[in-house]
Every structure is written in C-alpha cells, then in structure tokens.
T-cell receptor
Framework: DAGVIQSPRHEVTEMGQEVTLRCKPISGHDYLFWYRQTMMRGLELLIYFNNNVPIDDSGMPEDRFSAKMPNASFSTLKIQPSEPRDSAVYFC?????????????FGPGTRLTVL | TQLLEQSPQFLSIQEGENLTVYCNSSSVFSSLQWYRQEPGEGPVLLVTVVTGGEVKKLKRLTFQFGDARKDSSLHITAAQPGDTGLYLCAGGFEDYKLSFGAGTTVTVRA
C-alpha cells in the first residue's frame, strides 16, 4: 500500500512567486495534516482537515498561506506571494479515525527554498 | 513556546553504549507518541503509549509513559549506527491534533 505522497520533493522559487505543494493521503484516512519544519521552530502544525473540511487553521502563519482539500485523495498548500522566510520543509500527514490514538503517517516532505 | 520539552537536544555516543531521551510537559495527554526522522524523510512512528506508567519495548528500544501522563522517556540499549536520527515525541489530544517536541538529534558513532 502506498504511503502519503507529496510533490514536488524540492522547490526553488523566487520571492513573490506563487508556490503550490501537493499531497495525496493514504487511502481510507479521513484526517490530513500540513506541517512545516525548520531548525528554529521544529515541526509546526499549520492546518488540518477531517473528511475534507478544514478543522483548525490557527497555525497558518498569515493570509499568504491557504490550503484546500477538494476530495479525499488530494490536498494543496499554496503560498502567494512567497517570501524567503517561508523556506522550510513542508510535510503532509494523514491518519484514520478508526486508527489508534492519533497515529499519523507522514509523507517524505517538500523542501521549499525561496530566494 | 512548545508544550513538550525534549532533552537533551543533541546526543552523540559510541556504538554499544546506552542512551535515554526525555520528553516533559505540564500538560496531560491522551496519548504520547515517539517518532524517528532520518535526513530527507518524514517522521516515522515508533510507538504509542496511552496508559500512565505504561512501558513498551521494541527490540532494543524501551518507552515509558509517566504515571501522570505528562512525560515520557525513550531508552536505547546497545545503540547501533542505524539508530542515528532525530527522535521526536508528540502529545496527542482528543481532537486528533499532535503537539511535537523540538526533537533530540542522536548520533551513534561506529
């Protein structure tokens, strides 16, 4: 069974450009989480969805960030316009309500560099 | 401010030695998880503990959940170079969110 799939794996862009990160959760999982990881701040939860509905977006840093989940098998995280301080590794994770105790399965991450 | 404090931040030991990583909080969690992350990859779940005082063993790794469900420890016996990685603890809440610690970077030298 395929795990969480993220694309692209690496993204280099210039300040001011729009960036779109993509995630395909594990089939059957009804929770999807977007995280950002930096050396300074560690792993931070940005937003999470349950059954394609955003539940908590309090971790989204500012209006430049937006996330959507149009169906159970696809989610996007968009940054517009991007800034150098957005450089980080962005992870998508999924979990199942029927699973045990919030266990989350992470994708390989997208390393974003904003020049 | 993170809810979970991990210590030490960095740990470098020789192959065959033992090590312990600590995870502490003032909050009570419904569950406590440990993940290991290798460079260029996402965190991978090692174990979940849910009962105060619970001890789980995974080969050479021993995980303990504090009686009050606020703290946890990870002990590795006879560490091997393959144990090298970033170890993250995460506290679980009823709303399915996890709060992660900053992590402990473990390096096992051959």
């Amino acid at each position: 069974d395929a795990g969480v799939i993220q694309s692209p794996r690496h993204e280099v862009t210039e300040m001011g450009q729009e960036v779109t990160l993509r995630c395909k959760p594990i089939s059957g999982h009804d929770y999807l989480f977007w995280y950002r990881q930096t050396m300074m701040r560690g792993l931070e939860l940005l937003i999470y969805f349950n059954n394609n509905v955003p539940i908590d977006d309090s971790g989204m840093p500012e209006d430049r960030f937006s996330a959507k989940m149009p169906n159970a098998s696809f989610s996007t995280l968009k940054i517009q316009p991007s800034e150098p301080r957005d450089s980080a590794v962005y992870f998508c994770a999924s979990s199942a309500r029927s699973g045990l105790y919030n266990e989350q399965f992470f994708g390989p991450g997208t390393r974003l560099t904003v020049l | 401010t993170q809810l979970l404090e991990q210590s030490p931040q960095f740990l470098s030991i020789q192959e065959g030695e033992n090590l312990t990583v600590y995870c502490n909080s003032s909050s009570v969690f419904s569950s406590l998880q440990w993940y290991r992350q290798e460079p260029g990859e996402g965190p991978v779940l090692l174990v979940t503990v849910v009962t105060g005082g619970e001890v789980k063993k995974l080969k050479r790794l021993t995980f303990q959940f504090g009686d009050a469900r606020k703290d946890s420890s990870l002990h590795i016996t006879a560490a091997q170079p393959g144990d090298t990685g970033l170890y993250l603890c995460a506290g679980g809440f009823e709303d399915y969110k996890l709060s992660f610690g900053a992590g402990t970077t473990v390096t096992v030298r051959a």
